[in-house]
């Protein structure tokens, strides 16, 4: 285990870039949102300022309104498409003047993130001098969740692109790419030099992608305007976990600082009122967990894909609820010839084990569900997914993703999309921690 540690310390240092990281060289050449808070909790265990360096970056590009961006393009490079040109960020009078980024954003990672910094530190005082430095952007950060989008008042928080979500081609978009026809558009895909092109998204879920960016864009990425237009309009269960997840630790933050009674109170407010509507709207019993919500069409969309299982980790599921989950997830993703967890329903037709988000094993959702289900006391199926997670590297490599069926894995190519990818290692280094 020491090797395979030692292994994980210099994939972080290799993609460290003196003041944040990549999460691989080539694929993804620049900082991303929820990667960067991840990666923060790998370094926490063996150098703290990088840590602390990791998270200070990513909130130094926060916008005005609070928005924090889900790409920091730190670099001019043209081996990523869509770059910085594209997306045209500063079409925002709120962006940051000092960074060029996307519009959009990614799961609000960063409040638990301080938590577990905090968590990992074995010098308390300056961890918590490091908190109080940084917590009020990400306290900001909320607050423009729960202030621009949330239409309905309903304490859920949309996503308006698949790539806000983080699970970039989940089978569950396809039911919203049919609602849609966007252009034939003309572009030069760069990740499918870097990478097999059986590994990625198609080029006909690109221009569904470019096409919601061109309405953000057509409108100066504006909250409202989007709320109204945008034909992908969202409620991801793991996006609304994560902030719920992330409200928790900020409260226990402020507590432990003391003196901040009326953020105190505000986050207690949203988070009431988040972890209710959650359960509510989007548990589906027939599914047996947690589901999206297609805000723009008002439908459910009752698909079972890891993210069904992430408010495990937020404490969401009263306990005979994570009980349903539990079964649910061991019945359809825990068979004897699968890892877990799968990103994508095993049984279903739309399951492709090789396809990025369509089914392949990731180790940030693993990692969130260890976490979940060893504070439901299901230590047995924790201790399976944290035994996965390392079979899964030690056979593979530091890949950014990786094949679910166990016959797959006999020759060590069962990794896929980037290699020596950052949370990955991070996340391997905490969970041997
Ligand atoms: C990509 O380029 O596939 C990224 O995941 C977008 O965030």
């Known amino acids: 285990m020491k090797i395979l540690q030692q292994r994980a310390i210099d994939v972080l240092n290799k993609n460290w870039k003196d003041t944040f990281s990549i999460p691989c060289a080539n694929l993804y050449p620049f900082q991303w949102f929820w990667d960067s808070g991840l990666i923060a909790i790998g370094f926490a265990h063996f150098d703290m300022p990088k840590a602390e360096k990791e998270i200070e970056t990513l909130l130094d590009a926060q916008w005005d309104n609070g928005f924090i961006p889900h790409i920091i393009f730190h670099t001019e490079t043209d081996t990523y498409f869509p770059g910085a040109d594209f997306h045209k960020s500063s079409l925002h009078p709120q962006s940051s003047k000092k960074y060029k980024s996307t519009g959009m954003t990614q799961p609000p990672v960063t409040g638990f993130v301080l938590k577990e910094l905090y968590d990992t530190s074995d010098n308390k005082k300056a961890s918590l001098a490091f908190v109080q430095s940084v917590i009020d952007k990400v ?15 309903e304490g859920l928080v949309y996503i308006y692109h698949n790539w806000e979500s983080g699970t970039d081609n989940s089978p569950i978009w396809d039911d919203i790419w049919k609602t849609m026809n966007p252009p034939d558009y003309t572009f030069e895909r760069r990740d499918t030099t870097h990478v097999d092109a059986s590994e990625r998204p198609s080029k006909r879920e690109y221009d569904h992608y ?9 409108h100066n990425y504006d909250d409202a305007k989007i709320a109204e237009l945008s034909p992908f309009l969202v409620q991801d269960p793991l996006f609304n976990a994560v902030l719920i997840k992330s409200n928790k ?32 709207k989007l548990f589906d019993k027939e599914v047996g967990a947690y589901i999206h919500y297609d805000l723009r069409n008002e439908k459910p969309l009752p698909y079972l894909s890891s993210s069904s299982f992430a408010p495990l980790f937020s404490g969401i599921p009263s306990p005979e609820r994570a009980e349903t989950m539990v079964k649910t997830m061991m019945k359809k993703f825990g068979g004897d010839r699968q890892y877990l967890c799968a990103s994508f329903d095993p049984t279903s037709e739309r399951f492709n084990p090789k396809k990025y988000w369509r089914g392949p094993v990731w180790v940030n959702l693993n990692w969130m569900l260890y976490k979940g289900l060893t504070s439901y006391g299901y230590k047995d199926i924790a201790a399976r997914v ?46 041997l921690s």
Not at 254 to 261: A, I, S
Not at 393 to 420: L, Q
Request: glycine share 6%; with cysteine; hydrophobic share 35%.
């Open 210 to 218: 470019l096409h919601i960016i061109e309405i953000a864009k057509a």
């Open 139 to 153: 306290y900001h950060n909320h607050e423009y969740f729960y202030n621009k989008r949330d239409p309905q008042d």
């Open 249 to 280: 630790c900020l409260i226990e933050l402020y507590e432990l600082l003391g003196d901040n009674d009326d953020k105190i109170a505000q986050l207690k407010k949203w988070q009431d009122k988040a972890v209710k509507s959650f359960d509510n």
């Open 386 to 431: 944290k035994e996965d997670t390392i079979a899964l590297i030690e056979k593979n490599g530091f890949y950014e993703y990786f094949d679910s069926r166990k016959e797959m894995h006999t020759d060590g190519s069962g990794g896929y999309g980037g290699n020596d990818f950052s949370w990955s290692a991070a996340l391997l280094i905490d969970l």
